[in-house]
């Protein structure tokens, strides 16, 4: 029963990994969703309540079963709770992400991380401006404060236009600190407390705002004072960039705090020496969704693949150790790994795996642990099973690394000339298409029609996460993929020699897409909804990705989900969500899962805000 | 002919079958899409707990079926060759007698008109909504002779394992 590989990924490494995995009997996530199916309805639409021992309950969403939970919940309260406890996860994720980061700094200014340096004292100095403190150790407390802060407000939220923070606070969804923002929502959403569809909703939006705003910035912000703030560079993205005769090592997950000890061990000439004693010719790491991103755009370390190419890159054979940190790492990889020799690593206490060698990293000892994981694969390589290795020939050259320091710098020093081009209409707007991998929508095929679909109306993409990824491997962050642009930004792109689509990071980068809307907002006096910007998500699927749409629509930008949400069991919310939240915070979700139609709403959207503008 | 099958041990009362089976009696057969259509698309399968016990109840198209033999109106009607039994939506005044005499309880109504409805048994697919959206296998579609061959199997390995129990101890 073999499979069109064509329906389940438009790239053509992963069709081939693919086409490999059915023939080796070797089970990926595509099977298992297909396995999953039917999925359950009541899940699908949000209608099913496990909060609390009374339940579980179910709506009946066509009216002749129960229409309320045991406790009187209906389906709209049903569905807000659901749909909160989605964003609390997803903002609880960033936001740990960035508290691993902030405690990092701490002990760096502390003198207990002899393994990290602050490599962009700039930035810093910048940060230390922002919080009004005068040294490294003041300011990593006032990070780390902003985590456990009672009444706000969170610093970073304050770089929005005042409009948007006015607007904020006249809500009641200024944010008062990031855990408790996501402990009110676990809170609120147990038996018997919240029962307001709307003011879920609202609580929702603020912890939302915590992460983006918030802990998401603060794990971007930090990042750059430890690892460097990313400025261009060119790479290679996709499974050909794992090499036939080093030793392979991937980094996946999210954190760069591991995997940046990891890029320096395996340069080390110590552990190359040891590689060539093993008989191989050199150390390859290379990166795998955002641990990837974070990597590839401070280092140009290159790219082996998104979210669902994290099994076809065990399954090549040519892998000696998946080095993991937190976050989208598939607990399938154990089973997975074991029918080859590779070593898959776990590193992180959070975050253990069946079938894992747990090699737990603390920040005290980053890089003996860095060295022993490097040494670990390298001794591996010995084990490969030369049968077994399948590397499909496929990457594609990239420039990435946009941070808003480099487009600024870019720009030649400031936003001036980007202004310009949107005002005089050769670049129509800005798209931000961000977002995971999901079996549900072909590999890679939403993210890149929608993409290519933009930069065919002019309008400017910048991208992160698994969307930047596939950007990479469909050549579309290259320079000379101004040619498929048209006529005004490719006039824009070649000036500046930039690609069309500008790589801006890892998920947690999106806050440099906040960072950068405040600041074309603020240089044009309004507010961030009155720009003409949308964002798209089209192949989302993690509860971050819930978070992060309710961020970016929290910020005034018009956003269009590729993956239907569990939350059509309730019109009333979903209508909030579609329509209502346009009265309210100026913006809202479109869910549209065909790319073309999506690129046509954002554009829609974009030309009737330049209207708005008078442009 | 293949007949719906419940295996009475299997159900979890995750109502998939309803749900699946709702969608497929709707206009556009989308889930989506059928929860905002009017008049509400309706289900033919009930699941119902007794006696502890979870159980899908779905029409067994009965031969010399009573609902067709009370039917005043030619609107229940049983083919002669399938032996499934049908409904004539034109025909059906909504007199409820084929609700009294039906043993399973298995006939249902329309929510907003007056008019019985029933499993057709998917007539337009291969397998059943209900049965192709069990995740446990309670619903099976199968002849008679397969399920009592699969059921039969099924004992055989039960007593030959407890056999051999028996044995070593």
Redesign the interface.
Known sequence: MSKDVRERSIDPASQDMLDLCQRAGLETAWDRLEKQQ?Q???G??GLCCRNCNMGPC?ID?????ANKGVCGATADIIVARNLIRMIAAGAAAHSDHGRGVAHTFKLVSEGKAPSYQVKDQAKMERLMEEYGVESQMALAEAIMAEFGRQEGPIRFTRRAPAKRVELWEKLGIDPRGIDREIVEIMHRTHIGVDNDPVNLILQGLRASIADGWGGSMIATELQDVLFGTPTPTFSEANLGVLEPNKVNIIVHGHEPLLSEMIVAAAAEQEMVDLAKKEGAVGINVAGMCCTGNEVLMRHGVPVAGNFLQQELAVATGAVEAMVVDIQCIMPALGALAGCFHTKFISTSPKAKFPGATHMEFHEETAMQTAKAIVETAVLNYANRNQAKIHIPNVKTKCMVGFSVEAIVSALGGSLDPLLGAIKSGAIRGLGAVVGCNNPKIVHDWGHVNLVKELIKKDVLVVTTGCNALACAKAGLLLPEAADMAGEGLKGVCKALGVPPVLHMGSCVDISRILVAAAAIANALGVDISDLPAAGAAPEWMSEKAVSIGAYVVSSGVFTVLGT?PPV??S?AVAGLLTSGARDVVGAAFAVECDPFKAASLMIDHIESQRRKLGL | MKEVFVRLDRCLG???C???C??EHSAAKS??S???EKP????RVYVEMAEGQKMPLVCRHCEDAPCVAVCRTGAMVQDPVTGIVDRIQENCVGCWMCAMVCPYGVI?RH?EVRMAVKCDRCKSLDVPACV??C?TGTLIFATQREFVEMMRKEAAARIAREAKGLAKA
């Open positions: 039917p359950c309805g009541f699908e639409l179910r969403p066509f009216g002749e079963g239907v059509l069991g019109p | 995750c109502k998939s309803e749900m699946a709702a969608v889930l989506f059928a929860v905002s509400r698309p309706v289900r249902g929510t192709a959206a995740p």
